[in-house]
């Protein structure tokens, strides 16, 4: 085995290795960059849900209350269904939310694609 062509193994492996090592940097940035927003988003959601829960079941006494007594089951019965009409809200918004967020590390796998692509031609 002559020494130039044990030189370029080992130039070929070296950049095989940085280029691997690229890509779990890369990876790691996603991961770190994913559990900051889903800490951020559940930690928000959280305290929104409470607020807001908060606040609707005290406009909803309020409004109980203010109507005469007559009326109070009517106005009973509109409060929760206007309750499970904004959960069905919510829960709709939620959904678009979900679907419209892109794929957690895609860039790293389309990263690795590129790569595989790269090794087979």
């Avoid at 606040?55 to 309020?62: D, Y």
Wanted: proline share 1%; net charge negative; hydrophobic share 60%.
């Amino acid at each position: 085995m002559s020494a130039g062509l044990l030189e370029s193994a080992q130039n070929m492996l070296a950049g095989v290795l940085d280029l691997g090592r690229t890509r779990f940097e890369l990876f790691g940035t996603e991961m770190r960059e994913e559990l900051t927003h889903l800490t951020a988003t559940v930690l928000g959601g959280l305290a929104v849900l409470v607020l807001a829960a908060l606040g609707l079941a005290f406009c909803g006494f309020a409004f109980i209350f203010f109507v005469d007594e007559a009326n109070r089951l009517w106005a009973t019965v509109g409060v929760a269904a206007a309750f499970f009409l904004g959960a069905g809200i919510l829960a709709w918004w939620l959904r678009r939310a979900v679907d419209v967020k892109p794929r957690a590390f895609d860039a790293t796998i389309a990263e690795l694609q590129r790569d595989l692509n790269a090794i087979r031609q």
